[in-house]
């Protein structure tokens, strides 16, 4: 079982980008919880993350045939991007969307993700927990 945890635009700054919003921890201290846990429940895991549509759109079509599923923060693209949208449609993946924060309850635009309707999921509001909750999601949907 591999999963690839992909993540989109400015999540590289998390810890330092507007921490009342989206916590302290910086991605790769996430990232590094993320593997253990994943490691523990026997998952292999892949990171990535861009600041580039084309890139994470790129990823997405090289994991077909090698990654069973998709942990997907796309950050604002969730809100516009119909090519990363119809990526993961082609792929074919199982994904599940996440957010760090309530996208439901903050500014009008974000409470629209053009990506949810093409994922098995999306978690949101949980903080870093999100990444957790969407990983165990795709893990039980892929009897892992
Ligand atoms: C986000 C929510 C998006 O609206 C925002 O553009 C982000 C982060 C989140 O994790 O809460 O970059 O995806």
């Not at 069973?68 to 119909?82: C, E, K, R």
């Not at 993961?88 to 957010?99: F, L, N």
């Given at each position: 079982m591999k999963l690839l945890v992909l993540n989109g635009p400015n999540l590289n700054l998390l810890g330092r980008r507007k921490p009342e919003i989206y916590g302290r921890k910086t991605l790769d201290e996430i990232m590094v919880e993320l593997g253990a846990y994943l490691a523990e429940k026997g998952a292999e895991a892949e990171f990535f993350q861009s600041n580039h549509e084309g890139?994470?759109?790129?990823?997405?079509?090289?994991?077909?045939?090698?990654?069973?599923?998709?942990?997907?923060?796309?950050?604002?693209?969730?809100?516009?991007?119909?090519?990363?949208?119809?990526?993961?449609?082609?792929?074919?993946?199982?994904?599940?969307?996440?957010?760090?924060?309530?996208?439901?309850?903050?500014?009008?635009?974000?409470?629209?993700?053009?990506?949810e309707p093409v994922c098995a999921a999306q978690v949101s509001a949980l903080g870093d927990r999100s990444y957790f909750v969407g990983a165990d999601i795709l893990l039980s949907r892929l009897g892992g």
């Open positions: 890139e994470l759109i790129d990823r997405i079509h090289s994991s077909i045939g090698n990654i069973d599923g998709i942990v997907f923060n796309p950050g604002a693209f969730s809100h516009y991007s119909y090519a990363l949208r119809d990526a993961i449609e082609s792929a074919e993946i199982p994904c599940v969307e996440v957010h760090l924060s309530d996208i439901h309850n903050r500014e009008s635009f974000r409470a629209v993700s053009v990506i």
